[in-house]
């Protein structure tokens, strides 16, 4: 095996995975210090439903404009254009 070749290929750490470290090491310190009696971070039931309420609208609304919405008659035409394009060069959607 080429090991020198191997160590330029850095692997990067993804936002995504930083975040859900962040995320647990703040909860963790939230369950510590709620056990010992403390409360830094505190949050209501009411803020709670809000939070998940706005997240799923969030969601929603981002998985509904993902895909092309085509609405005039000009798009729906440059759609077509694309998918024949697409089957013409092998490329599935």
Do not use: C, P, Y
């Not at 803020?47 to 929603?60: A, C, D, E, H």
């Not at 993902?66 to 035409?77: C, G, P, R, V």
């Amino acid at each position: 095996m080429n090991e020198s070749n191997n160590s330029n290929n850095k692997l990067q750490i993804t936002s995504g995975t930083i975040a859900r470290t962040a995320i647990l090491i703040l909860a963790l310190v939230n369950q510590v210090l709620t056990a010992t009696g403390h409360s830094v971070i505190n949050i209501s039931d009411e803020n709670i439903n809000t939070l998940i309420s706005t997240g799923f609208t969030i969601v929603s609304a981002l998985i509904a404009w993902w895909k092309n919405n085509s609405f005039t008659q000009a798009a729906i035409m440059a759609d077509e254009v694309m998918k024949e394009d697409k089957n013409a060069s092998g490329t599935s959607d």
